[in-house]
């Protein structure tokens, strides 16, 4: 069974640039998380899906971040423009159930790792 | 709001030395918790979850944690260190009480010393 699957896995650009991450999640999970994930830090969810509804988005900097997960399978998030504190990894993660009272099992995806120069 | 404390973000045992990581919640209400690992490069792996029922769970690779409410800990242990666990460990809390929140501790860097 393949895992999330996150392209591109490294990305550099430029301050005040665009930048696109997409996600697709283990086929059949129904909530998608993206985290952000600064160096030496635990991951911070920034939205999670269940199906195509963001259900939790509070923590998602709307200003210059935005995402969709059209057709309730894979999912990408956008950054516009980027600032030199986005540098981080962008973490997708998916869990077969409904999120709820999130104790299903999440399964990440290796990350895309963003440099803002 | 739900809160976890990872007490070392940086660990060293020898091999075949016992594993002892710390994690700390702070919760009105018994939380859901969870012990992720992060090898480098990779995504986060669960090793085990404590959701209900016996407070002691194993998980996979040989590690196990006990919930223990009156210490409001949930620690991470393992009883003979391998070089494969090194790596980084992540104690995680999902808090049903204040609207489905889920945390991540700051990770404790696990090497082993051959």
């Known amino acids: 069974e393949a895992g999330v699957v996150q392209s591109p896995r490294y990305k550099i650009i430029e301050k005040k640039q665009p930048v696109a991450f997409w996600c697709n999640p283990i086929?059949?999970?129904?909530?998608l998380y993206w985290y952000l994930q600064n160096l030496g830090q635990g991951p911070e969810l920034l939205i999670r899906y269940e199906n195509e509804e963001a259900v939790d988005d509070s923590q998602l900097p709307k200003d210059r971040f935005s995402a969709e997960r059209l057709k309730g399978v894979d999912s990408t998030l956008k950054i516009q423009p980027a600032e030199l504190g986005d540098s981080a990894v962008y973490l997708c993660?998916?869990?077969?159930?409904?999120?709820?009272?999130?104790?299903?099992?999440?399964?990440f995806g290796p990350g895309t790792r963003l440099t803002v120069l | 709001a739900q809160s976890v404390t990872q007490l070392g973000s940086h660990v060293s045992v020898s091999e075949g030395a016992l594993v002892l990581l710390r994690c700390n919640y702070s919760?009105?209400?018994?939380?859901?918790l969870f012990w992720y690992v992060q090898y480098p490069n990779q995504g986060l792996q669960l090793l085990l979850k404590?959701?209900?029922?016996?407070?002691l769970v194993k998980g996979i690779n040989g590690f196990e944690a006990e919930f223990k409410k009156s210490e409001t800990s949930f620690h991470l242990t393992k009883p003979s260190a391998h070089m494969s666990d090194a790596a980084e460990y992540f104690c995680a809390v999902s808090d049903t009480n204040t609207g489905n929140q889920f945390y991540f501790g700051t990770g404790t860097s696990l090497t082993v010393i051959p």
């Open positions: 086929s059949g999970h129904n909530t």
């Open positions: 993660a998916s869990s077969p159930g409904l999120a709820g009272e999130f104790t299903d099992t999440q399964y």
């Open positions: 919760s009105s209400v018994p939380p859901y």
């Open positions: 404590y959701t209900t029922g016996a407070t």
